[in-house]
């Protein structure tokens, strides 16, 4: 139980390009997803919090422009990447909470690798 | 500000050389304290949660413990297998489900 899937799992695309990446969950209902961003060798840093229906919440630094989170139903959350720069190439990584349970716990997805070249 | 801090950065045993990694926290209030596993490319998998000092958690290999100011995740007998990156995370009571992760102890385990 408490699986999150991502999708894809890795995309190159081209700068100034804008990339949609998936997270579902897909044995439970996920009242609030969490976007991390991971760089090599560093640990996660949280880019923004959604609940299903509401907007999201981003951290401090976090352009929401740039960044758009839409929370549309309680198993889909996706993160585009408007206008995409080599910069923010980056290992996405989505979470879900809300698993019966364990109603706190996050479960990860497997990440989403960007290459902008 | 809420912290938390993993050492050491990283690790190397023998296999069934028994260790443990340490987690310190400096938080205004604890919710629950996380322990994942992430191996390269992937995402984290969840290990343990615990809640209040004193808790402890088994898991195959892996027993986490907490107290007040800081979780040991102790491995006994490791194999090759359980090479991979320990990360400890807090949630605090107050505002949104947020996780503060420590930046992991990376573990390998030589055959």
């Known amino acids: 139980g408490a699986v999150v899937s991502q999708h894809p799992s890795w995309v190159i695309c081209k700068s100034g390009t804008s990339v949609k990446i998936e997270c579902r969950s897909l044995?439970?209902?996920?009242?609030?997803m969490f976007w991390y961003r991971q760089f090599p060798k560093q640990s996660l840093m949280l880019m923004a919090t959604?609940?299903?229906?509401?907007?999201?919440?981003?951290e401090q630094g976090v352009e929401k422009d740039k960044f758009l989170i839409n929370h549309a139903s309680l198993t889909l959350s996706t993160l585009t990447v408007t206008s995409a720069h080599p910069e923010d190439s980056s290992f996405y990584i989505c979470?879900?909470?809300?698993?019966?349970?364990?109603?706190?716990?996050?479960?990860f997805g497997p990440g989403t690798r960007l290459l902008v070249l | 500000e809420d912290q938390v801090t993993q050492s050491p950065e990283a690790l190397r045993l023998q296999e069934g050389e028994s260790s443990s990694l340490n987690c310190s926290y400096t938080v205004s209030g604890l919710r629950g304290l996380f322990w994942y596993r992430q191996d390269p490319g992937k995402g984290p998998e969840f290990l343990f949660t615990l809640y209040s000092a004193g808790e402890e958690k088994e898991k195959e290999r892996l027993k986490a413990t907490l107290t007040k100011k800081e979780s040991f995740l102790h491995i006994t007998a490791p194999k090759p297998e359980d090479s991979a990156t320990y990360l400890c995370a807090v949630q605090v009571n107050q505002g949104a489900q947020k996780l503060v992760f420590g930046q992991g102890t990376r573990l390998t385990i030589n055959p």
């Open positions: 979470s879900a909470s809300g698993a019966s349970g364990n109603a706190e716990t996050q479960y």
């Open positions: 959604s609940n299903e229906g509401s907007k999201a919440t981003y």
């Open positions: 044995d439970f209902q996920a009242t609030t």
